[in-house]
């Protein structure tokens, strides 16, 4: 899924940049500067978005509107959980198939990869790369 996402940047006193999200209770971020807070920002809010999509929780729908104090930036950040997903959700999941067995008998006396194998051709098939 992609989502959009207003945040606020703003300094601290260690001359950091903080990022409040303000739709997604307790994920923030901080950076070094404005490009490492925002792509901080990104992450934390994907991270928090894949969390809830697992768990099934609702996602809080975007502020229309916010308020921001003096000395702050509000901003948009976009965030795509099937990106993260893909990129961090690597652990193995175990599949229970059938092949005929002729086709078995020659994959494994070929010493086939099989897992590896299924993984390339559902990639091929759903066109992910």
């Given amino acids: ?12 006193d260690d001359d950091k940049i903080i990022v ?17 807070a925002l792509f901080m920002a990104k992450e934390a809010i994907e991270m928090w978005l894949w969390d809830a999509e697992n768990k099934q929780k609702i996602i809080p729908k975007p502020s229309e509107h916010l308020e921001t104090l003096e000395g702050e930036l509000l901003t948009l950040v976009a965030a795509d959980t ?30 086939a990869p099989f897992s590896q194998i299924l993984q390339q051709g559902l990639k091929k098939y759903l066109d992910i790369n």
Avoid: H, Q
């Avoid at 899924?1 to 601290?12: A, D, E, G, S």
């Avoid at 409040?20 to 490492?36: Q, V």
């Fill in 1 to 12: 899924m992609k989502y959009v996402y207003p945040v606020i940047l703003y300094n601290n």
């Fill in 82 to 111: 099937d990106e993260y997903r893909k990129a961090n959700d690597t652990k193995a999941i175990k599949k229970t198939l059938s092949i005929p067995s002729w086709l078995n008998y020659k994959a494994e006396k070929a010493n």
């Fill in 20 to 36: 409040k999200i303000p739709d997604l209770y307790g994920c923030f971020a901080c950076g070094n500067n404005k490009a490492d």
